[in-house]
C-alpha cells in the first residue's frame, strides 16, 4: 500500500530513497515522469495564465451585475444597466416578416400584367423568387432554370407548355403527369410497332432539324409528317401548347443526337413534373411563375 505522507511517493521523489531529482541543465525539481529517458520538468505554472483566468472570471461577475446573465425558470436576470435587446430583435422580426407579408401577398391577388408592371414589386420580390427557386426547383431544373438530362430548361425560349406566367402558374400549381386532378399529362409514344429502319432513319431526320438539315421531301420527312407533326407541328417547332417540345431548336430533354433518339422512340418519354399546389402557397406559386417567365429575358420585362 503507497502512503501519501511518504517521501518516496511524492510527484519527483526518488523511489528509493525520497530525494526529488534536480535535472542539472536547469535546476528545476522533476515530476518524476520519464518518457525513454526525456524527464519532465516540474516548472511552475505560467502567472500570466492565472493572471488572465483571474481577469476572465473578475470580467465575468462584473458582467453577472449589469448586464442580462443568469436564467431563472422562464425568466432571466435584467442586470443593472437594462440593456437588453430580446425586445428590440422580436419587433425587427415581426417588421420584417410582416413587409413580406405585405408585399407577397399582393401575388395572390393581383393578375400577371398588374404585378409584372410593377417594376418595384418584382426589383423587391425577385431575390425571394430566387431563393424559392434554389430551394425547390434546382435539384431538378438546375441552377438559374439551366436544365439537366431528362429536365428541361426553363432559362430559354424553348417551351413544353408555354413561356406565359399565368401557363407556367398552371404547370407548377398541377404538374404535368404529376399525382394531381388537374394535372396537365403529355406522353411521348413509344413506337417499337415502326420497322427498326424506318425509326433509325426518322432519328437521322430529327439529329437534323436543329441546323435545317432535315429533308422534308424524303422518306424519313414523309413518316415525320404521317407520325409526329400532330404534336411537335408541321416544321417539328413545337409550340401547339399540349407539351410536346420544339425538336428544330438547339434545347433538348433528353439529347437530339440519333442514339437518343432511337431510345426515345422505342420506349416513348413520360416526364414528371410533381405539382406543388398545397406544397407552397398560392403567391408562391404566382411568384415562381413569374421569376421563371422572365429567366429567359434576363430581367428585361417578361411575357
Ligand atoms: C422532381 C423533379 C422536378 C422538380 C423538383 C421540379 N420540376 Fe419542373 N419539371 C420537371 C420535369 C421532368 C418537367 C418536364 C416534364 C415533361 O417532360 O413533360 C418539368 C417541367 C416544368 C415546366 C414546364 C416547362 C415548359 O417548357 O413548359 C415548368 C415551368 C417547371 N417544370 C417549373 C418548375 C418549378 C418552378 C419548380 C419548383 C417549384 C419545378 N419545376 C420543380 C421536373 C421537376
Ligand atoms: C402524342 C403526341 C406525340 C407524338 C405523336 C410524337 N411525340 Fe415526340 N414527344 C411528345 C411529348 C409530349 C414529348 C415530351 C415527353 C417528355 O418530356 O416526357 C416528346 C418528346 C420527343 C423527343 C425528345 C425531345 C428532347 O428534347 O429530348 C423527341 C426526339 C421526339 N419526341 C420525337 C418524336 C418523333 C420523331 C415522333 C414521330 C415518330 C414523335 N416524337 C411523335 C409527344 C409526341
Redesign the pocket.
Known amino acids: 500500500m503507497s502512503n501519501l505522507t511518504d517521501p518516496r511517493n511524492l510527484p519527483g521523489a526518488d523511489p528509493h530513497t525520497g530525494n526529488r531529482k534536480i535535472d542539472p541543465v536547469t535546476g528545476y525539481d522533476t515530476t518524476g515522469h520519464d518518457w525513454g529517458g526525456i524527464t519532465e520538468l516540474n516548472t511552475a505554472f505560467p502567472r500570466i495564465v492565472i493572471w488572465a483566468l483571474v481577469l476572465t472570471f473578475l470580467y465575468s461577475v462584473v458582467a453577472w451585475i449589469l448586464l442580462p446573465a443568469w436564467p431563472i425558470g422562464r425568466d432571466y436576470t435584467r442586470g443593472l444597466l437594462g440593456l437588453d435587446q430580446g425586445k428590440e430583435a422580436v419587433e425587427g422580426f415581426h417588421d420584417l416578416s410582416g413587409a413580406r407579408q405585405d408585399w407577397l401577398s399582393r401575388f395572390e391577388g393581383e393578375g400577371f400584367p398588374a404585378l409584372q408592371s410593377d417594376a418595384t414589386l418584382m426589383a423587391t420580390a425577385m431575390p425571394a423568387a430566387a431563393r424559392l427557386f434554389s430551394d425547390n426547383c434546382a435539384a431538378c431544373h438546375g441552377t438559374l432554370g439551366r436544365g439537366g438530362p431528362?429536365f428541361?430548361v426553363l432559362s430559354d425560349d424553348s417551351w413544353?407548355w408555354s413561356g406565359d406566367a399565368a401557363e407556367i402558374a398552371t404547370t407548377i400549381r398541377h404538374g404535368?403527369?404529376a399525382d394531381d386532378p388537374d394535372t396537365r399529362y403529355?406522353?411521348?409514344?413509344s413506337?417499337d410497332w415502326?420497322a427498326r429502319s424506318d425509326?433509325a432513319a426518322?432519328?437521322e431526320?430529327?439529329a437534323g432539324l436543329p441546323n435545317g438539315s432535315a429533308d422534308f421531301g424524303s422518306p424519313a420527312g414523309v413518316?415525320?409528317a404521317e407520325?409526329?407533326?400532330?404534336?411537335?407541328g408541321e416544321t417539328g417547332a413545337g409550340g401547339l401548347g399540349?407539351?410536346?417540345?420544339p425538336?428544330t431548336d438547339a434545347?433538348?430533354?433528353?439529347?437530339?443526337d440519333p442514339e437518343?433518339?432511337m431510345q426515345?422512340?422505342r420506349r416513348?418519354?413520360?416526364?414528371?413534373m410533381p405539382a406543388w399546389s398545397g406544397r407552397l402557397s398560392d403567391a408562391e406559386i404566382n411568384l415562381l411563375a413569374l421569376y421563371v417567365a422572365q429567366l429567359d429575358h434576363h430581367g428585361k420585362g417578361t411575357q
Open positions: 431528362g428541361p413544353l404535368i403527369n403529355a406522353e411521348m409514344p413506337f415502326m425509326r426518322l432519328a431526320f430529327v413518316l415525320f407520325n409526329c407533326t400532330s404534336c411537335h399540349i407539351g410536346a417540345p425538336l434545347a433538348v430533354i433528353y439529347g437530339q437518343t433518339v426515345t422512340l416513348g418519354r413520360h416526364g414528371v
